[in-house]
């Protein structure tokens, strides 16, 4: 499918995060948000990403106004007409499903829908859908403007043409995608539980504080420590994620939320998003 138009649906993070990729890469981009407050920030967010790549060298500032000139905000439902429809709202099925609803009403019949969903059922978003075989996941990963892997998704139902759309649109993005089935997690989002609930189990019995444990596996080679990795996600979003995986393999022992976590979230304490996580920003 030659995709011209994409359009990324909810200005948060992650829909800004996308919303860059995809104008960067040279689409007309729709960012889509029914809050006007959400739209500026989201543009805001993007603006700055932009700039911090031209101060820092990686970016001219050619790129950065044609990346711009590529983006356009839209606040309804009725403006979001593309080749490709790319959702990043809260994670819950129902609510991705009714804006997919609404979404192909003003919709050909060729456009195809992807959810950014890090853990909840392609195959369940689908099933609510008049035509379940042009909805896969697209998974970016936090930044998206940074990081290079994209999680392409088939549920049950999904069309070898959505599929392929879907992969091939992430290479041209610069990402590198991979073929996941769908199932809990995906490939990523499961396995790395352990990282983050195996470091809160070891700062809750003592054994070191949240400083010494990230430092430790920085030093071993990963990128950003555990704790420092959940502020940066946000600890609501991270909860969310292993709470879905929990329930989805019916409550095995070693997907259970972390305490220490659900505490933060409690108290509001999100991370950087909110200038306080596990650490003080």
């Given at each position: 499918m030659d995709v011209k138009?994409?359009?990324?649906?909810?200005?948060?993070?992650?829909?800004?995060?996308?919303?860059?990729?995809?104008?960067?890469?040279?689409?007309?981009?729709?960012?889509?948000?029914?809050?006007?407050?959400?739209?500026?920030?989201?543009?805001?967010?993007?603006?700055?990403?932009?700039?911090?790549?031209?101060?820092?060298?990686?970016?001219?500032?050619?790129?950065?106004?044609?990346?711009?000139?590529?983006?356009?905000?839209?606040?309804?439902?009725?403006?979001?007409?593309?080749?490709?429809?790319?959702?990043?709202?809260?994670?819950?099925?129902?609510?991705?499903?009714a804006l997919f609803n609404g979404l192909s009403r003003v919709n050909g019949p060729d456009t195809i829908f992807a959810t950014n969903t890090s853990s909840l059922s392609v195959s369940a978003i689908a099933a609510g859908m008049p035509h379940p075989e042009r909805v896969a996941g697209m998974h970016f990963f936090n930044p998206a403007h940074l990081m290079q892997l994209v999680e392409i998704v088939r549920g049950r139902q999904t069309a070898d043409a959505a599929f392929n759309t879907l992969f091939h649109l992430a290479k041209a993005m610069g990402k590198t995608p991979v073929s996941v089935k769908d199932s809990p997690g995906f490939i990523v989002n499961r396995v790395a539980r352990h990282y983050y609930l195996e470091a809160m189990q070891v700062a809750a019995a003592g054994v070191a504080d949240m400083a010494v444990i990230d430092r430790l596996l920085e030093a071993a080679g990963f990128r950003m420590g555990p704790f420092a990795l959940m502020d940066l996600i946000g600890n609501d979003v991270n909860y969310a994620v292993t709470t879905s995986l929990y329930e989805a393999f019916n409550r095995a022992p070693r997907f259970q939320p972390g305490a220490m976590q659900a505490d933060k979230v409690a108290r509001g304490e999100l991370g950087r998003k909110t200038g306080k996580g596990f650490y003080n920003y």
């Open positions: 138009t994409i359009a990324v649906c909810g200005a948060g993070t992650m829909g800004a995060g996308i919303a860059q990729v995809a104008a960067a890469a040279g689409f007309r981009t729709l960012l889509f948000d029914a809050s006007p407050a959400a739209l500026e920030k989201g543009l805001a967010m993007v603006r700055k990403n932009l700039e911090q790549g031209v101060n820092k060298g990686k970016l001219s500032p050619e790129k950065m106004a044609s990346t711009l000139l590529h983006l356009q905000t839209v606040s309804t439902v009725e403006a979001c007409v593309a080749d490709v429809v790319i959702e990043a709202i809260v994670e819950q099925v129902p609510a991705k499903t």
